[in-house]
């Protein structure tokens, strides 16, 4: 089923539009291969993450016998976790995650054990507001490992708590251009939690 829909996407969205897929982790070493193999033929870019992370032996036997690259996202949590993850070549990609990692500091260590492996890098998000949305591009911005971005968690939100830092139009991400991260509280939000602490 998941190689019928992946096929399904590409068909519609034509042949040059970059895909990757995601498994989060949703496959023993055996089926990732299966599915991977399935899908030689439908132009993706990279799959991420197709075992459960804390099995680095399956990612690397899948990542050396896999047709498609292999990105490493929940198996990325310590800058310690990228140097095994390099050294055992388990992978051809990081996905670097600022909240998962612990911040910026231990997000561009990682990079910078990813650049001396000549790995490239992906920043991502989890769901979260336009401040750590606004300090994943930042980050991606300064580092030249960095090739891809998905920095769009905070689309979901049903009010956002900040404004500026980013905009997102389209699959287009701009920075702000005013100081530190660009963010200010949005004034609706302090409003509201003002009168939440007069109500008490």
């Known amino acids: ?28 070493r055996e089926g990732a291969l299966r599915v991977l193999l399935a ?24 990542s050396d016998h896999s047709p498609i690259p292999i990105t490493a996202d929940e198996a990325v949590h310590t800058p310690e976790d990228a140097l095994a993850l390099v050294r055992s070549h388990a992978c051809s990609m990081l996905n670097v995650k600022l909240q998962k990692v ?24 989890m769901t979260e507001t336009p401040v750590g949305i606004a300090a994943g591009a930042h980050v991606a911005l300064g580092s030249p490992v960095v090739t891809h971005v998905d920095l769009d968690g905070c689309i979901d939100l049903a009010f956002q708590p900040t404004t500026g830092g980013v905009e997102i139009r389209g699959d287009q991400l701009t920075v702000s251009d005013r100081p530190g991260l660009g963010v200010e509280l949005n004034d609706e939000y302090r409003n509201h939690f003002a009168n939440q602490e007069a109500l008490q």
């Not at 590409?10 to 949703?26: E, I, K, M, W, Y």
């Not at 911040?103 to 490239?120: E, F, K, N, T, V």
Request: proline share 7%.
């Open 1 to 28: 089923l998941d190689v019928k829909r992946v096929h399904a996407i590409r068909a519609a969205v034509g042949p040059t539009f970059p895909l990757h897929v995601d498994a989060n982790q949703g496959y023993g």
């Open 39 to 62: 899908l030689a033929g439908a132009g993706i870019d990279f799959a991420e993450q197709p075992v459960p992370a804390e099995d680095t032996e399956s990612l690397q036997w899948v």
């Open 102 to 125: 612990g911040g910026i500091s231990r997000a561009l260590d990682i990079l910078a054990i990813a650049r001396a492996a000549g790995i490239p890098c992906m920043i991502g998000c």
